[in-house]
Structures are given as structure tokens and as C-alpha cells.
């Protein structure tokens, strides 16, 4: 499976991006998907996952309520939604596929990794 993420960019506190992953190479409907996050200095964190089936998500604390995750099968995409960003957002997003059908937060647990999308929130 090769990922393709795409969407990050440059945006204002309080403003608003969606990130797009296509997968590509296999069923993308039979893995479980996932966004991790890496600020500067610091270790790859979870933000967010969706079981294949789209039934079940799972959020990082920091971001609940603010991010929701989506997928579409049909269109082979997973999305992240991020609204009220702030300057702690700051990161390089990566999407993550896992064989495992549900909604996984371990980064082990994930077989494939896409290269990462540039977000940067200013204050």
C-alpha cells in the first residue's frame, strides 16, 4: 500500500484545513486508517483513527471535538478535518494504514506510512 497525503499548508489560529490520504495498491476498504503527528523536537503523537468499515473512530484528547476523521470508500480517501486550529497543531501530519480492523492508536500496530504534509498554524 502506498499513501499520498495531501492538504497541509499555512493557516491563521482558529482557522480551518482538511488533509486528504489516497491509498493506493490494495483494498483500501479493508484497513483500518490513521493520523499521526510529529511537532519539532518531539516524538510521533496520534491524532485520530477510523475502523475500515467506518463504524468506529478514536481521537488524541487534545483533539477532540476540534478534528474528525472521515473516510470514503468508494473514493479511496480518508480525511482529516481540523477546525479551531492553534499554534500547537503545528506539525508534519502522516496517514497510516493498519491491517487490524478497528480503530488502532498504537503506531506499531500500523503497516504502512505515507510521507508527511506540512502544518503550520500561526498565532
Known amino acids: 500500500v502506498q499513501l499520498q497525503a495531501s492538504g497541509g499548508g499555512l493557516v491563521q489560529a482558529g482557522g480551518s484545513l482538511r488533509l486528504s490520504c489516497a491509498p493506493s495498491?490494495?483494498?483500501?476498504?479493508?484497513?483500518?486508517m490513521g493520523w499521526f503527528r510529529q511537532a519539532p523536537g518531539k516524538e510521533r503523537e496520534f491524532v485520530a483513527a477510523?475502523?475500515?468499515?467506518?463504524?468506529?473512530?478514536n481521537y488524541a484528547d487534545s483533539v477532540k471535538g476540534r478534528f474528525t476523521i472521515s473516510r470514503d470508500n468508494a473514493k479511496n480517501t480518508v480525511y482529516l478535518q481540523m477546525n479551531s486550529l492553534k499554534p500547537e497543531d503545528t506539525a508534519v501530519y502522516y496517514c497510516a494504514a493498519s491491517i487490524l480492523y478497528r480503530p488502532v492508536v498504537a503506531a506499531k500496530a500500523y503497516n504502512y506510512w505515507g510521507q508527511g504534509t506540512q502544518v503550520t498554524v500561526s498565532s
Open positions: 495498491g490494495r483494498t483500501f476498504s479493508s484497513y483500518a
Open positions: 477510523i475502523s475500515a468499515s467506518a463504524g468506529s473512530t
